[in-house]
């Protein structure tokens, strides 16, 4: 194992708490010199600086919980909200133990999200993303979205090429790996297993560096982890997503439309209601929840502009706003 690349006492030593954690995970600082370092900052705090620290932190907990409203802000995904409630609370807990020399556990948080298309799994990765920046666990928070063709070559060596070159994009920040199970299809011979364990050893060498997401529908995923039972200890958490229900999807049909600066008129509100609730349940895998709502309002939205455009210099405000049943139900 390569010595840590630490020597005390060089200009670069941390100089928060957090990037102490964030260097012994790295491997860059051995555990006694974990310990020094924060001796040395808790004993700064002691001697008078403890009202210098106090609205960096009272500041990374507003930034915190602005994050963690966006989150609750999402419609339905209950269980999902309280497992990165959960996350988060662990990952703080752990942070205040090793400032206080006490264990720590190692915060592996790779994750699979399983779940049909338009259930808020690329969302709640982008959300992710930027609660671990808040929380000082990666430095970036950008999200690089994948599938099977940006990882898999076309020759011996390729694949294991482009999967790092991939993985030093995520690097700081999270790796979604969309339809993770294409990469198991193929068999023994196929290169999506080279991908496969290219991924996994980026986990190990470059471990707290990025947080890894491999989704797919809940099925597919199941099978996945099965072909290769040393992926299921290195992701200790699972989420998956519901679909939605019809009362759901309304209410996600009224909050796109109002990002979009449009409404429904009470008629169509009522009308939709009633057809996703007569619809629930019928939908096609590959359409239905969130992605069924998008199309459905921008097809709405393109019929609303077709009967307005031959009045346009006298619509009001109101008009230009709203979208009636016949808008709705011309994509139905």
Same mark, same amino acid.
């Given at each position: 194992?390569p010595? &840590?690349?630490?020597q &005390?006492?060089?200009? %670069?030593?941390?100089m928060?708490?957090?990037?102490?954690?964030?260097?012994?995970?790295?491997?860059?600082?051995?555990?006694?010199?974990?310990?020094?370092?924060? %001796?040395?900052?808790?004993?700064?705090?002691?001697?008078?600086?403890?009202?210098?620290?106090?609205?960096?932190? /009272?500041?990374?907990?507003?930034?915190?919980?602005?994050?963690l409203?966006?989150?609750?802000?999402?419609?339905?995904?209950?269980?999902?909200?309280?497992?990165?409630?959960e996350? #988060?609370? @662990?990952?703080?807990?752990?942070?205040?133990?090793? $400032?206080?020399? +006490?264990a720590? /556990?190692?915060?592996?948080?790779?994750?699979?999200?399983?779940?049909? &298309?338009?259930?808020?799994?690329?969302?709640?990765a982008?959300?992710l993303?930027?609660?671990?920046?808040?929380?000082?666990?990666? &430095?970036?928070?950008?999200?690089?979205?994948?599938?099977?063709?940006?990882l898999?070559?076309?020759?011996?060596?390729?694949?294991? %090429?482009?999967?790092?070159?991939a993985?030093k994009?995520?690097?700081?920040?999270?790796m979604?790996?969309?339809?993770?199970?294409?990469?198991?299809?193929?068999?023994?011979?196929? !290169?999506?297993?080279?991908?496969?364990?290219?991924l996994?050893?980026?986990m190990e060498?470059?471990?707290?560096?990025?947080? +890894?997401i491999?989704?797919? @529908?809940?099925?597919?995923?199941?099978? !996945?982890?099965?072909?290769?039972?040393?992926?299921?200890?290195?992701?200790?958490?699972?989420?998956?997503?519901?679909?939605?229900?019809?009362?759901?999807?309304?209410?996600?049909?009224r909050?796109?439309l109002?990002?979009?600066?449009?409404?429904l008129?009470?008629?169509?509100?009522?009308?939709?209601?009633? @057809?996703?609730?007569?619809?629930?349940?019928?939908?096609?895998?590959?359409?239905?929840?969130?992605?069924?709502?998008?199309?459905?309002?921008?097809g709405?939205?393109? #019929?609303?502009?077709?009967?307005?455009?031959?009045?346009?210099?006298?619509?009001? #405000?109101? $008009?230009?706003?709203?979208?009636?049943?016949a808008?709705?139900?011309?994509?139905?």
């Open positions: 194992m010595e &840590p690349d630490y &005390p006492g060089y200009s %670069q030593d941390p928060t708490s957090r990037e102490v954690l964030a260097w012994f995970e790295a491997g860059r600082l051995p555990s006694d010199g974990a310990l020094k370092h924060l %001796q040395k900052l808790d004993s700064r705090i002691t001697d008078g600086r403890s009202s210098i620290r106090a609205p960096s932190q /009272e500041s990374r907990r507003k930034r915190i919980d602005s994050v409203h966006e989150l609750d802000g999402l419609v339905g995904l209950h269980d999902v909200k309280n497992m990165v409630h996350i #988060r609370a @662990y990952v703080d807990v752990q942070q205040r133990r090793l $400032e206080l020399g +006490l720590s /556990e190692p915060q592996t948080l790779h994750m699979v999200f399983s779940g049909a &298309p338009g259930t808020g799994k690329t969302t709640v982008r959300i993303g930027r609660l671990f920046q808040t929380m000082d666990v990666l &430095p970036k928070g950008h999200m690089l979205e994948v599938e099977r063709a940006d898999v070559g076309e020759y011996i060596g390729h694949t294991a %090429q482009k999967t790092r070159d993985v994009r995520a690097l700081g920040g999270v979604f790996v969309d339809e993770a199970y294409a990469l198991a299809r193929g068999g023994e011979k196929d !290169f999506g297993k080279e991908a496969i364990d290219t996994v050893k980026a060498d470059h471990r707290g560096e990025f947080l +890894l491999l989704a797919g @529908y809940s099925d597919e995923m199941a099978w !996945f982890l099965a072909t290769n039972p040393g992926l299921l200890s290195r992701f200790p958490l699972h989420l998956h997503f519901p679909d939605y229900g019809a009362s759901e999807l309304a209410a996600i049909a909050i796109m109002a990002e979009r600066q449009y409404q008129s009470a008629d169509a509100d009522r009308q939709l209601t009633e @057809y996703l609730v007569r619809s629930e349940g019928h939908w096609h895998v590959n359409s239905g929840n969130a992605r069924l709502v998008r199309n459905l309002i921008e709405a939205i393109r #019929r609303q502009s077709v009967r307005l455009i031959r009045r346009l210099d006298m619509a009001t #405000r109101e $008009e230009l706003m709203t979208l009636t049943w808008d709705v139900e011309g994509g139905l």
